[in-house]
């Protein structure tokens, strides 16, 4: 016998006018199942019913029956392989644009529906370019201008809503923007015409309008033009202000449509001086009835203060300045906070990025204290990296990292015992050491970094024992032992684009965004670096360096502390480590200058052979790749390590107890110097490099045993002399030292001969050395330089010249 679905199939192709009710109900039960969704696929690839919805689609006499058919193939579309089927089928696409297209107000319903069918078949991707392209495009903006019909019932302002809807279902494919959007009679039109209604009956065709709107400007290409035309900006900012007749779903997507533009670099000062965008977004972000408009209210102005022009007039607004701080919400204990707060911190955290409003913002408590509530919330339980607390307090994190930029903070915000507490908690809290969350640790030893520039804080970090506890021992010392693998990469900040801005973190990360798994090594890696880099700041404090080098003993040796560390550091042989390495060699270099440590640290063989290794560091010819990229003539970080061990080299030559040892360790110690002698500096770091060598060697002849061998050493003497030839800009420190060096030689009984004939002597010298029987030209370089290099000099070393001539 038949089944129900036979049985239903055919009551539902009757056609005489006696079988209209019971053909209307065999295509409503049909309907219903095609709700199923298990039923959709089948029903869809059975031709005798999609044959039947068809006809009941165009049966125009029974209007229940036409109602059910179109149903069930709106249902049936709305699987996706069924939409890519159904609209490349003549006949079912053929019915729905007849339908669609035929106004008539008495089949209002079946138009609705068929417009409905449109709208699901364009939700498939693979549908919006082909129906464009037909006549469905042209059916849609018929049917979305009212001024070529009379909206007289709810049903026609569906129909037109729908009709929208469709073309914001268009607006999702990149290309067809470009083609609606220059539309500009007929698609662009009619949405501009929607936007602007007024009526409460349309109100669901504003929503799709401004809806679109949005779509159209994700495309990059499209937010410069939509912003330029006068009537897309004025629409958009009115929608954007709050209006209690329309919905608020039309001001969510004008706002969201400001959102899009505040993408555009070229707009963001243009829609910061527009006084409309302006009210409108302080206005969404201050009181967004909803979250969706005070999100996207709060994200624009976060995109637009990323315009340096627009940063200090932003945080001078004071309704901004009070929205903003308002938007936050520490009042709640749940980790489970609402996107709001994130965006209003990430939002503060970029006007940070300014100098002028850093000391400013620092100094508004309100805003201080909830950041400080915000970093200091321990929610282990209900962390995972993608909430809206963990950004809050990463960007809360940063927001103090800015702070401490400023060096009017640095030494208030050290006293603060909140701020103290929240460096410390991050820097041992487990949720920073690995994943995500070695952001927030990496910020604050940064910020660590930058509160330790002020003198009284180095000295307070190590001499209070309170201090040293928590923030060395636990968190500074903890925190810069090396890395087992240096990751690819370096932890780079970056700039806002601008030359007076720099940016000390890396790129917001906005909420839903996640560090990639092979950036967390490096960042981890850029912490350890920070934390090592206040260890040698501590260092450099006079004070400090005593006590710091003392607990350095045989003992402790290998057991994490300041010293150790540096140490560690200063010795790694793999050039991947040279970041570290450039570090350490500076904190040893700090710690040579007391004089109480240069003697044992000359004496030490593993720090002597570390500063000495560092000193003789040159370009070579068979450098890798990474040595070849640490060389750089503005300066790279194998210039650093290179001028950090010539300073400590040249500290240490200051001990008297060491310059003669210095000077008979002919093949290391004493090369360093001379080859730093002859380096021509084309950066800083290059010059502070010969600058170094030159002391080295004036501390040197401070020592009356060195003064003689030191003038007769023909390499030295022409490194020296060289040096004090040179009078440009970058090598006027080296020139002083090289004049005083001269000086110390000038005192010896047995230099003061040769020093005075100069260039003849020094020929006479050299062929005796040599057995060479040519004379010397009268042209050679160091002729010149005997000669000429004390006279050019003379103010800066008058006293040599004036015993020379003495003796003379």
């Not at 036409?66 to 699987?79: D, F, K, P, Y």
């Not at 470009?178 to 698609?187: H, L, P, T």
């Not at 720099?502 to 967390?520: D, I, M, R, S, Y």
């Amino acid at each position: 016998g038949e089944g129900a679905r036979d049985i239903l199939l055919r009551v539902a192709n009757y056609n005489s006018r006696q079988h209209q009710r019971a053909r209307a109900l065999a295509m409503c039960a049909l309907q219903e199942l095609s709700q199923a969704h298990p039923n959709r696929e089948p029903m869809w690839t059975n031709s005798r019913l999609v044959d039947t919805f068809n006809n009941g689609a165009l049966d125009s006499d029974n209007a229940r029956s036409q109602e059910c058919a179109l149903a069930g193939i709106v249902w049936l579309a709305t699987l996706p392989s069924n939409a890519v089927s159904m609209w490349s089928t003549n006949g079912t696409r053929e019915v729905i644009l007849y339908t669609a297209g035929k106004c008539n107000p008495f089949h209002a319903q079946a138009q609705k529906l068929a417009v409905a069918a449109l709208q699901t078949l364009a939700q498939t991707h693979e549908n919006r370019k082909p129906m464009w392209f037909s006549r469905a495009s042209f059916i849609v903006i018929r049917l979305a201008n009212p001024s070529l019909f009379e909206l007289i019932s709810p049903i026609q302002h569906e129909i037109r809503a729908r009709a929208l809807a469709v073309l914001w279902t268009f607006a999702l494919n990149d290309e067809l923007r470009q083609r609606m959007f220059w539309d500009k009679f007929g698609a662009m039109w009619v949405i501009g015409i929607a936007a602007a209604t007024e009526c409460p009956l349309q109100s669901r065709a504003r929503v799709y309008a401004y809806a679109t709107y949005s779509r159209l400007a994700e495309s990059a290409r499209l937010r410069a033009l939509m912003w330029y035309d006068p009537i897309i900006r004025l629409l958009v900012i009115e929608g954007s202000e709050w209006n209690p007749t329309f919905r608020e779903e039309s001001r969510a997507g004008a706002m969201a449509t400001l959102w899009q533009f505040s993408f555009d670099p070229q707009l963001k000062k243009p829609m910061w001086a527009c006084r409309g965008t302006r009210l409108s977004l302080i206005s969404g972000a201050a009181n967004g009835p909803t979250d969706k408009v005070q999100l996207y209210a709060i994200y624009s102005l976060r995109n637009l203060a990323e315009a340096v022009s627009n940063q200090v007039s932003m945080w001078n607004t004071p309704n901004l300045q009070t929205a903003l701080i308002d938007a936050i919400d520490c009042t709640k204990t749940s980790c489970l906070r609402t996107l709001p707060d994130a965006f209003a911190l990430s939002a503060l955290q970029v006007l940070a990025y300014s100098s002028i409003n850093q000391q400013s913002m620092w100094k508004t408590n309100d805003l201080v204290d909830q950041v400080l509530i915000v970093a200091a919330r321990d929610c282990e339980d209900e962390f995972y990296d993608d909430s809206p607390c963990w950004h809050s307090r990463q960007y809360a994190l940063a927001m103090l990292l800015l702070f401490s930029e400023a060096k009017e903070n640095r030494r208030d915000m050290f006293q603060r015992p909140e701020v103290r507490g929240v460096l410390k908690s991050t820097c041992t809290a487990p949720w920073t050491e690995n994943g995500e969350g070695v952001v927030g640790r990496t910020y604050v030893l940064e910020t660590l970094q930058f509160l330790a520039d002020e003198d009284t804080t180095a000295d307070a970090l190590w001499q209070n024992p309170a201090y040293r506890s928590s923030l060395v021992d636990e968190c500074l010392v903890a925190n810069s032992l090396l890395p087992k693998r240096m990751p690819v990469g370096q932890w780079r900040r970056e700039t806002m684009g601008d030359d007076d801005t720099e940016t000390l973190v890396p790129v917001l990360f906005v909420a839903t965004q996640e560090l990639p798994a092979g950036n967390q090594a490096v960042v981890k890696a850029g912490g350890r670096m920070y934390a090592l880099g206040v260890l040698t700041t501590i260092a450099k404090r006079p004070d400090n360096q005593f006590s710091m080098w003392d607990e350095y003993t045989p003992v402790t040796r290998g057991i994490p502390s300041a010293v150790d560390n540096l140490v560690a550091a200063c010795s790694i042989k793999d050039a991947r480590f040279n970041d570290f390495r450039a570090i350490g060699c500076q904190g040893l270099a700090n710690l040579a200058e007391c004089a109480t440590n240069k003697k044992p640290m000359w004496d030490d063989a593993e720090v002597r052979a570390c500063m000495v290794r560092a000193g003789n560091e040159h370009p070579m010819y068979d450098m890798d790749e990474i040595q070849e990229n640490q060389w750089r003539p503005d300066g790279g970080v194998l210039n650093d390590v290179r001028e950090a061990g010539m300073r400590g080299l040249a500290n240490l030559a200051a001990c008297l107890g060491v310059t003669l040892a210095i000077w008979l360790d002919a093949g290391t110690a004493r090369q360093a110097l001379q080859l730093g002698t002859c380096i021509t500096p084309t950066n800083e770091q290059d010059a502070r490099t010969r600058e170094n060598a030159c002391r080295g060697f004036a501390n040197l002849a401070q020592s009356e045993d060195n003064r003689e061998a030191i003038w007769r050493n023909e390499e030295v003497r022409d490194g020296i002399m060289e040096a004090a030839k040179d009078t440009s800009c970058l090598n006027t420190g080296a020139r002083k030292f090289c004049m005083q060096t001269l000086n110390e030689l000038s005192e010896n009984s047995q230099n003061q001969p040769t020093m005075w004939a100069g260039a003849e002597a020094i020929a006479v010298a050299r062929r005796r050395r040599s057995g060479m029987s040519r004379r010397l030209s009268s042209s050679s370089t160091t002729v010149r330089l005997g000669q000429v290099s004390i006279a050019q000099h003379n103010e800066d070393g008058g006293e040599a010249w004036a015993r020379l001539a003495g003796f003379a």
